[in-house]
């Protein structure tokens, strides 16, 4: 078949004459392959590999005697698919880490979309192998005899005249990106609709740009823009206007740029510039990078761009359909991970003094990106820098809020809340009563080793991820639920503001339900409210955490953020990390960009321990104290008689 042997037969591309010409033309192949083949094998080298068995087709770029398409014929013939995205790449980049991170990230998350979108890769140099196309890893490759030094206006224009040969009937729009651009699939897939209705005329669509002014006379440009080269789209009318004469304008550069040299083909024979696209940051070229509080200028070598992307991306990079540079495999993993999370990670402020004159528009451009973006844990960045940013919109619900059918007790990580006298035996069936009536099923875990907290909560956590469990809802046994605790809950999880990042896909971060400060000694006693409620912020439901070591009752945790969480737990082990705890988890996936949610309805108490302490910093009285208990609370009768022998001993 044509460009994945499941997608057509060979009579979809070419006519009854031609299939038949091919036909003839493979028996004389198969007696050149052979000599062919070894040859290929010979010609590999150094870091070459042998692509013989992953051969589809064998493909000339020679259009010589072929017929150029008509646009009529062309237009009322429907296309198959939507979109075809080339990869401009070489052979070391595609078989190397960044070509791996590319299918791993973004590639993979465009052909699940299935919506007519496909990707190809193209190399210039085939290393021995024959020209033309091949399914390796996973996707399309196609080798054009060509060169991999830049630069890549050779390639750049025998990849468009392969595409005009191949596959000018087969989609809407074409187009051409560099290796090191990331595509967000969502904002491509919002970018291609709103192009939509100008499928059927001349468009040349991507970032403008007006060449360099010593070089504007002999570009004949004449002040009209070109795309710039780290990715463009075409429609099928303009490939089929330019298609023609892309053998010409490869023949005829007189410049170092492939950008600029399609830019001229485009103006001279598809007469149309590159049209920007609106908003203009859905093609995002990164000039700059941070480093800190300090913007750094890029770095040109050999014509290329030098620029680390940032770890801490702002809403301007989220919600660009293409972001160009990265150049490191760790650097797609980690902005992919954050794309499809829908990560928003607090932003450190960028100096205000001592910025050299020369930098200063960058610092401009910098604060006014970070002044237009948001954040998920506002409260967090504000205790972290001192700085306030917009709360980003919660995400959409994709189901309806409800009461989990189930949660998983695991034992406390903090023993010393136990009262001597208490009966954990006794405390634990309290629990599971209350939430019975809740109708939520509780399930025990234990470990007998010296960390059962963290044994059972890694097992628990790790078992949802391969059951498919989008939430896990944790109590731990020393929790004291509040007499009304379903109806509390179900008006928590209703709330969009506190819950509905809990029943998305991929977007999910974590509740925690009435979280405490923990104090450096361990005694978080002086900062509980015997009543449960945390201070409420503008009436809301919830906060997000303006510390890091919060100590939670339990929690419900989704499913894009069970990988972290047992990574944390892996690290924990770790010498250097000798002075945390798991609860450490919860500030730090808000610093991540993670929705942290806590609670500020009285659902869960605490430890009776705690409860007691409180009484002499909170509440003056031992009968107003126990009243808020007995009222609120509901402790088995064994439970709240060790209490009181307790409150009275003192």
């Known amino acids: 078949c044509r460009f994945l042997t499941?997608?057509?037969?060979?009579?979809?591309?070419?006519?009854?004459?031609?299939?038949?010409?091919?036909?003839?033309?493979?028996?004389?192949?198969?007696?050149?392959?052979?000599?062919?083949?070894?040859?290929?094998?010979?010609?590999?080298?150094?870091?070459?590999?042998?692509?013989?068995?992953?051969?589809?087709?064998?493909?000339?770029?020679?259009?010589?005697?072929?017929m150029p398409p008509s646009k009529t014929s062309s237009i009322t013939r429907p296309a198959t698919y939507s979109l075809l995205i080339s990869v401009a790449s070489d052979w070391n980049s595609f078989f190397g880490e960044l070509g791996e991170a590319t299918r791993n990230t973004w590639v993979r998350s465009l052909l699940s979309l299935k919506e007519g979108f496909h990707v190809l890769f193209a190399v210039g140099?085939?290393?021995g192998n024959v020209p033309g196309l091949y399914h390796v890893h996973g996707v399309d490759l196609v080798c054009l005899n060509s060169t991999d030094t830049y630069p890549p206006q050779d390639k750049i224009f025998k990849l468009w005249q392969y595409l005009y040969k191949h596959e000018v009937n087969n989609f809407k729009w074409f187009a051409k990106i560099d290796m090191d651009t990331y595509v967000n699939s969502f904002q491509l897939k919002k970018l291609i609709t709103a192009l939509s209705p100008f499928e059927s005329k001349n468009q040349y669509v991507g970032r403008p740009f007006r060449g360099r002014v010593e070089e504007a006379a002999k570009l004949g440009l004449f002040g009209r823009s070109y795309c710039s080269g780290l990715g463009y789209v075409m429609s099928r009318p303009a490939l089929i206007d330019a298609g023609p004469h892309f053998q010409y304008c490869r023949e005829h550069v007189v410049s170092d740029h492939s950008d600029t040299e399609m830019g001229r083909c485009m103006h001279a024979y598809a007469?149309?510039?590159?049209?920007?696209?609106?908003?203009?940051?859905?093609?995002?070229?990164?000039?700059?990078?941070?480093?800190?509080?300090?913007?750094?200028?890029?770095k040109l070598q050999g014509g290329r761009i030098r620029v680390s992307f940032p770890s801490t991306p702002t809403e301007y990079d989220f919600r660009a359909a293409l972001v160009h540079p990265l150049k490191k495999a760790e650097e797609f993993y980690l902005f992919h991970k954050q794309c499809i999370k829908r990560l928003r990670p607090i932003q450190q402020p960028l100096r205000t003094s001592g910025i050299p004159p020369e930098h200063a528009r960058l610092y401009q451009q910098a604060a006014a990106e970070l002044k237009a973006s948001c954040v998920n844990n506002p409260l967090r960045q504000v205790a972290q820098y001192g700085m306030k940013m917009n709360p980003c919109v919660p995400p959409i619900a994709l189901e309806q809020a409800h009461l989990p059918e189930s949660v998983y007790v695991l034992p406390s990580p903090e023993a010393w809340g136990l009262l001597s006298t208490e009966d954990p035996f006794e405390r634990v069936v309290a629990l599971k009563a209350i939430l019975a009536r809740a109708s939520i099923r509780p399930y025990s875990a234990s470990s007998g080793s010296t960390s059962p907290h963290l044994d059972a909560l890694r097992e628990q956590i790790q078992q949802a991820r391969e059951k498919g469990q989008r939430r896990l809802f944790v109590l731990y046994d020393t929790a004291v639920l509040h007499c009304n605790f379903k109806a509390l809950l179900f008006q928590l999880l209703s709330n969009p503001l506190c819950s509905s990042h809990l029943y998305t896909a991929t977007s999910g971060g974590v509740l925690l339900l009435n979280a405490v400060t923990q104090l450096e000694d361990g005694d978080d006693s002086n900062n509980f409210d015997p009543t449960g409620v945390l201070p409420q912020a503008n009436g809301n439901m919830c906060v997000d955490p303006g510390t890091e070591n919060l100590s939670p009752a339990g929690f419900v945790l989704h499913s894009g953020a069970y990988d972290d969480v047992l990574d944390f737990i892996a690290n924990l082990s770790k010498p250097e990390n000798s002075d945390k705890t798991f609860n450490n988890v919860f500030g730090l996936l808000a610093d991540a960009g993670y929705p942290v949610r806590i609670s500020s309805m009285p659902l869960v108490s605490f430890r009776p321990r705690l409860l007691l302490q409180t009484d002499s910093v909170v509440v003056a009285g031992s009968d107003q104290v126990?009243?808020?208990?007995?009222?609120?609370y509901c402790l088995s009768s064994h439970a709240q008689i060790a209490w009181e022998m307790e409150h009275d001993s003192n």
């Open 271 to 298: 007469h149309i510039e590159c049209r920007g696209v609106i908003p203009t940051h859905k093609i995002r070229p990164i000039f700059a990078s941070r480093s800190g509080s300090d913007v750094l200028p890029m």
């Open 626 to 632: 126990t009243s808020t208990l007995t009222s609120q």
């Open 125 to 127: 140099d085939c290393h």
């Open 6 to 66: 499941r997608r057509c037969s060979f009579q979809h591309i070419f006519s009854e004459v031609e299939f038949a010409a091919m036909q003839l033309g493979l028996a004389f192949l198969v007696l050149g392959l052979t000599f062919g083949a070894a040859r290929a094998f010979e010609l590999t080298g150094e870091g070459g590999q042998d692509l013989r068995e992953y051969l589809i087709e064998p493909r000339s770029l020679d259009l010589g005697g072929m």
